[in-house]
């Protein structure tokens, strides 16, 4: 039976689960000793460095509850022969939601209208909003929460745009969904962005000032609706430096964020700004989707220690 580290905890159950497959595993607080660990599992908060893999030398597989890998040294992991799964499924519904609480909140001044009234400010003239309905919606990214919040978009009347060079064919036009060759045609044709991407360094900072001040401003209805971005995918895609900017100059109508390029992210100085708004790291933080990434997780690791190779593996050429 294995030995498994847990670093930034896991659902309660998928932990029973694990120790009724006879598995021993103990939840740390840090990534300092993993001698004679076989497995560890980590969110986002934690990092496994070169240097934490060298000094592991029984870890044989490191599971990322969530999505996002930026946060492991791929490389490493595989020269080291050791597998890297994650869980891309599981937290999807809540990460959709999530971006579109954001997108909503920030045309109709939903946190600048609480404020306002916690500090004893009647500001209904000032908070006119705008309706997402005629509007296009731009995905830096098309992957499956992007997809999700194109169903609800659409629902609201928006039309979809994307730029995914990855994209498997067929499935833009699946989704009535305009796909568009480069990065620029999709901010020059949309006025709300959400971001959908992995960090790496084709993504790193590729929205930044000059693709901002591409955005029309105007809507497919013709309406002034200003430009609004929304990202709830990984910190670093966006230039944060070049967003506050964007928003001292009215390029950027509002900017809410749920993750941020050096996190935890508390004293950055567009967390001041009026016309921003964010949460931090919450996407998915739900009590639906911890139970999922959880028990998702649990299966890898008891799948892998019965000789069964994960789905989900994200370095492939692994000898398992």
Same mark, same amino acid.
């Given at each position: 039976?294995?030995?498994?580290?847990?670093t930034?905890?896991?659902?309660?159950?998928?932990?029973?689960?694990?120790?009724k497959e006879?598995?021993?595993?103990?939840?740390?607080t840090?990534?300092?000793?993993l001698?004679?660990?076989?497995?560890v599992?980590?969110?986002s908060?934690?990092k496994?460095t070169?240097?934490?893999?060298?000094?592991s030398?029984?870890?044989?597989?490191?599971?990322?509850?969530?999505?996002g890998?930026?946060?492991?040294d791929l490389e490493?992991?595989?020269n080291?022969?050791?597998?890297v799964c994650n869980?891309?499924?599981?937290?999807?519904?809540?990460?959709?939601?999530?971006?579109l609480?954001?997108l909503?909140?920030?045309?109709?001044?939903?946190?600048?209208a609480d404020?306002?009234?916690r500090?004893?400010q009647w500001?209904?003239?000032?908070?006119?909003g705008t309706?997402?309905c005629?509007k296009? /919606? $731009?995905?830096i %990214?098309?992957?499956?929460?992007a997809?999700g @919040?194109?169903?609800?978009?659409?629902?609201?009347?928006? +039309?979809l745009?994307a730029y995914?060079?990855?994209?498997?064919?067929g499935?833009?036009?699946?989704?009535k969904c305009?796909?568009?060759?480069?990065?620029?045609?999709l901010f020059?044709?949309c006025t709300?962005?959400?971001v959908?991407?992995?960090?790496s360094d084709?993504?790193h900072h590729?929205?930044?000032?000059?693709?901002l001040?591409?955005m029309?401003? /105007? $809507?497919?209805? %013709?309406?002034?609706?200003?430009?609004?971005? @929304?990202?709830?995918?990984?910190?670093?895609?966006?230039? +944060?430096?070049?967003?506050?900017?964007a928003?001292?100059q009215?390029i950027l109508?509002s900017?809410?964020?749920?993750?941020?390029?050096n996190e935890?992210?508390t004293?950055?100085?567009?967390?001041?700004?009026?016309?921003?708004?964010?949460?931090p790291?919450i996407g998915?933080?739900t009590?639906e989707?911890?139970?999922r990434?959880?028990?998702?997780?649990a299966n890898?690791?008891?799948d892998?220690?019965?000789g069964?190779?994960?789905?989900?593996?994200?370095?492939?050429?692994?000898l398992?």
């Amino acid at each position: 039976m294995a030995k498994i580290a847990i670093t930034d905890g896991m659902a309660e159950d998928a932990v029973l689960m694990l120790r009724k497959e006879g598995h021993e595993v103990d939840l740390l607080t840090s990534t300092s000793n993993l001698t004679g660990y076989d497995a560890v599992v980590i969110r986002s908060a934690t990092k496994i460095t070169s240097n934490v893999i060298s000094s592991s030398p029984s870890l044989k597989i490191i599971g990322r509850a969530g999505v996002g890998v930026d946060n492991i040294d791929l490389e490493a992991a595989t020269n080291a022969n050791i597998l890297v799964c994650n869980t891309p499924s599981s937290s999807t519904q809540s990460v959709v939601e999530l971006t579109l609480g954001h997108l909503l909140s920030s045309v109709r001044h939903i946190p600048t209208a609480d404020r306002d009234l916690r500090e004893g400010q009647w500001t209904k003239s000032n908070l006119k909003g705008t309706e997402l309905c005629g509007k296009r /919606i $731009g995905f830096i %990214g098309f992957g499956r929460i992007a997809q999700g @919040v194109g169903k609800v978009a659409k629902s609201l009347g928006m +039309e979809l745009h994307a730029y995914d060079p990855y994209l498997p064919e067929g499935i833009a036009k699946h989704e009535k969904c305009n796909l568009h060759e480069n990065i620029e045609d999709l901010f020059k044709s949309c006025t709300h962005i959400s971001v959908h991407c992995n960090l790496s360094d084709e993504t790193h900072h590729l929205v930044n000032l000059t693709t901002l001040s591409m955005m029309p401003g /105007i $809507g497919a209805d %013709g309406i002034e609706c200003g430009n609004h971005l @929304v990202s709830c995918a990984r910190g670093g895609v966006v230039n +944060e430096e070049d967003v506050l900017i964007a928003l001292n100059q009215g390029i950027l109508s509002s900017c809410a964020l749920d993750v941020f390029e050096n996190e935890p992210e508390t004293t950055h100085p567009l967390l001041n700004h009026p016309r921003f708004h964010g949460s931090p790291h919450i996407g998915a933080s739900t009590r639906e989707a911890q139970k999922r990434i959880g028990f998702e997780m649990a299966n890898i690791l008891i799948d892998y220690f019965n000789g069964i190779t994960p789905k989900s593996v994200v370095n492939k050429g692994v000898l398992v």
